[in-house]
Structures are given as C-alpha cells and as structure tokens.
C-alpha cells in the first residue's frame, strides 16, 4: 500500500481564492509526522508546514494550514488568499519516528493559481 | 535562509566522466543525510542515507559504485555519479537531519545534472 497518496495531479485556482490539496496517509507507527513542501520551477523544496501525530490542534503558518483528520488519516493542506507566486508542485511527506526515521512522499501535485 | 546548501546548482558534464555534487547543512550537524532523484514531473525518489563516518545505505536498484557517496563531516556530504551517461542526467537533491528545530527535515537547492 502507497504510504502517501495524493490523488491530485493537478489543480486550478482563481487569484486570491483559497484551495485545498488532499493527502491521505498509511502507517501503524502511533509516532509520525506530516510534511508539506513547495517545489517551484527552480527544483527546491521549500518547507511549508509540519503537523506530529499527537498535536492535538491543527496546525497553521501564515496563509498554510493543514487539516489534520487523524481519524481518517488525511493531512489536506489549505493555502488561503491566493497569490501567483504559489503556482508550484506541492508534495506531502510523512516521516514514521518508531520505524527507521525515512521520509514517505507522495506522487505531488501541480497548483496552478490563475490572475 | 538557507539551512542547507547543494552545489553545484546545475553541471554539463560529458559522457564517461565523474562529477561531484556537495551537500553542506548550514549552522548545525547532520547526524543524517538523505539523497534524491527526481525525474521531471515525479516524485522525489530515496537514492541512499548518508550517515557521518559510515557507509551509506543504499536504496534497491542504486548502483553504489555509480553512485558514491561520503559523509566525511557533521557539514558535509559528497554524491558523485562515477562514468556518468545521458541516463543519469536528473535532478539531484540532498537533505540534511540533526535539523536546527522541529522534527523536518530541510533541503539543498537541488543540482540539475546534464550529461552529454
């Protein structure tokens, strides 16, 4: 079974608007962690936001938010108020903390933000 | 800034030669470091784990004498594709553990490798 599964490839959305990438998880590790990462054109990972198993409130960094449902293992990222500068590939990651410490990515997905 | 620094950002190298790609995290000690490949519109693809003063563990189906890697200090780690071919032309990126803060782990700038 995929670890990460983004089932997105690609997703449009107006300026200033806010949109919701999806990512679902698999693991039996209680301890873990969820990652979301920005690569732009340039090829860099740009480190947006992180969200550990046991935290109990969502977490939020700036115009990112991550809509953590443990219950149905999903780790939706949510980017308020649009801007150009966001169109990149958006990855989630998963790290499993009891099971080797490795990094999970899923497939990605590309956002276009439309003027 | 920049936690994590790759170099060189993009290398033309030609078929049959060696290039060298370096990782250095910025500020702090890499107990770990993760290699990656990413082939255009792909995911990032696990090539090894680098760990100061050890050998690398490989990935299955990483070549590792294609691939070598060395982790001489807690700032640096070293991937060079050995014999190079149009094949092995990618992004590679690196990653560093031992992060300043958080459980994250950060990335280099990535390096494009061309071989012609």
């Known amino acids: 079974a995929q670890k990460i599964t983004q089932t997105q490839p690609g997703m449009f959305v107006q300026e200033k608007e806010a949109v919701t990438l999806d990512c679902t998880y698999d693991?039996?590790?209680?301890?873990?962690?969820l990652f979301w990462y920005k690569q732009p054109s340039s090829g860099e990972m740009i480190f947006l936001i992180y969200?550990?198993?046991?935290?109990?409130q969502n977490a939020t960094e700036g115009r990112y938010s991550l809509n953590f449902q443990k219950a149905r293992k999903s780790a939706n990222l949510v980017i308020s108020a649009s801007q150009l500068g966001d169109s990149a590939m958006y990855f989630c990651?998963?790290?499993?903390?009891?099971?080797?410490?490795?990094?999970?990515f899923g497939t990605g997905t590309s956002l276009t933000v439309i003027p | 800034g920049a936690v994590v620094s790759q170099h060189p950002s993009r290398v033309i190298c030609k078929s049959g030669t060696s290039v060298k790609i370096e990782c250095r995290s910025l500020d702090f000690q890499a107990t770990t470091m993760f290699w990656y490949r990413q082939f255009p519109k792909q995911s990032l693809m696990l090539m090894a784990t680098s760990n100061e003063g050890s050998k690398a563990t490989y990935e299955q189906g990483v070549e590792k004498d294609k691939f070598l890697i060395n982790h001489a200090s807690l700032t640096l780690s070293t991937l060079t594709v050995t014999s190079a071919h149009p094949e092995d032309s990618s992004f590679y990126i690196c990653?560093?553990?031992?992060?300043?803060?958080?459980?994250?782990?950060?990335f280099g700038e990535g390096s494009w490798l061309t071989v012609v």
């Open positions: 990651a998963m790290r499993e903390f009891n099971t080797g410490n490795q990094f999970y």
């Open positions: 969200q550990g198993s046991y935290d109990q």
């Open positions: 693991t039996s590790d209680p301890s873990y962690g």
């Open positions: 990653s560093a553990d031992g992060q300043p803060s958080g459980n994250t782990i950060y």
